[in-house]
């Protein structure tokens, strides 16, 4: 097996993925052959790998797609074996080696964690086949003692598969010594000997400001710590992976373009507005439940949904169909993705109940088409071509459910020689399932240009790698790599 070293957290959302790309990334720049691994994922934002020997692809968290390009590799549906996607507040469908295992509610699935571990180690193995180091990114925090006994995420895999473990503690929220501290004091011996030191993220100002922070640490837990990580703003460049990051983008700074895009309650693959955020004259605002999608936005896009129907009611409860119909009125552009593209039709069906005990609902009415939902799920990453622009087009589908009606004899892209999407008459609403359109260059300068924004054309994907050689170097200076590499096992 390859030598390991796992980075768990305080808490969710410290930055884990970040910096688990970074060390990956700054391992690869060292000559080493490195993988990402996490056992336990919770995400709607999905990526698709391919499923070896078999047709079409299997879902992994986007987050270790984007560590598995740090590291230089092609993603596997080892480095993440099971995926949780929520569908409710109370339960998930549930992915296992990148296919549909079956829904669980959060009690049922607590249960099935025993039968689960099995794939997570089947996976272990095989990830870490001809590397030299696997990174292992946590879920949650293993201060969640309460979920201790059958965790497969943190610590209960850590000690099944003998990984140490580096804390993560977030100083920007506040709290860190404390939250340190806090999680040496209730981890039980069998856990708190798998941790060989500690770091701090996100810090702003001056670092030897918190000098006497870290010898209270010390003197707390006796952990060594492995640095202090000042805020980098070229981590904004990179896809996020929780749900809860979108509070930070609910406003912006004023540019050519203001594109609102809609916090659906299960919103999916939310990342397909990234390199849209990257242009500099375009400013993407995501609008929580609550507020209206503002008036003076050009372009309205309605991304994925993990449960269409339930976030069809949503958007209407919320008033963003009156706010989205007055928006047409004024001429503005309307993109629905995936889920978004089906809410934009006239209804949408679910006779066999995939997504729940509602079977019907009535669509936002700006494409003439319908949708009815079917229990296989499309998977699969794909080429293509824009009809508007005749332009490439890359990306990946992952969505149930099959679309008609006469909006798609004027369809969006051409997919793998198969017409996909719907283009209403005026040509300024469309819908397609393909997720990534816009990380194609070329067809995104284009289609901005139709939209009135001049310039731009920047090269998104030599953005993120840049964005993570920065994060290696940034890493490589504040935090010591030696030893954390030494410190794998």
Known sequence: MARAIMLQG????????????????????????????????????????????????????????????????????????????????????????????????ARDYQTLKARLMDAVLDSWKKVGEGADLVIVEGAGSPAEINLRPRDIANMGFATRADVPVILVGDIDRGGVIASIAGTHLILPEEDRRMIVGYLINKFRGDISLFDDGLLAIERFTGWRSFGVVPWLHAAALLPSEDSVVLERLASGSTRALKVSVPMLSRIANFDDLDPLRAEPQVEVVFVPPGRPLPEDAGLVVIPGSKSTIAD?????????????????????????????????????????????????????????????????????????????????????????????????????????????????ADGKVFGTYLHGLFGADAFRQKFLESLGVKGGGIDYRAEVERALDELAAHLEKHLDCDAIFAAAR
């Open 10 to 105: 305080t808490g969710s959302d410290v930055g884990k993925t970040v910096l688990v790309a970074g060390l990956c990334r700054a391992a690869k720049k060292r000559g080493m052959e490195v993988r990402p691994f996490k056992p336990q994922n919770m995400s709607n934002n999905a990526a698709v790998a391919d499923l070896p020997g078999e047709a079409g692809g299997g879902e992994i968290g986007r987050a270790q797609w984007l560590q598995a390009i740090a590291c230089g590799v092609a993603p596997s549906i080892h480095m993440n074996p099971v995926l949780l996607k929520p569908q409710s507040d109370i339960g998930s469908q549930v992915v296992v080696q990148g296919k549909v295992f079956g829904q669980a509610g």
């Open 312 to 424: 069809l009611a949503d958007f209407r409860r919320n008033g963003w169909d009156r706010d989205l119909a007055a928006h047409r009125r004024r001429g503005g552009y309307v993109v629905g993705i995936c889920g978004g593209y089906q809410m934009l039709g006239r209804a949408v069906s679910d006779p066999d109940g995939v997504e729940g005990s509602i079977t019907q609902a009535e669509g936002l009415g700006l494409l003439d088409v319908e949708t009815v939902m079917e229990p296989e799920k499309t998977v699969r990453n794909v080429a293509a071509r824009s009809v508007a622009f005749d332009l490439p087009l890359s990306g990946y589908e992952i969505h149930l459910g099959r679309t008609t009606g006469p909006d798609c004899l004027r369809p969006t892209a051409i997919v793998d020689g198969v017409e996909d999407g719907a283009t209403s």
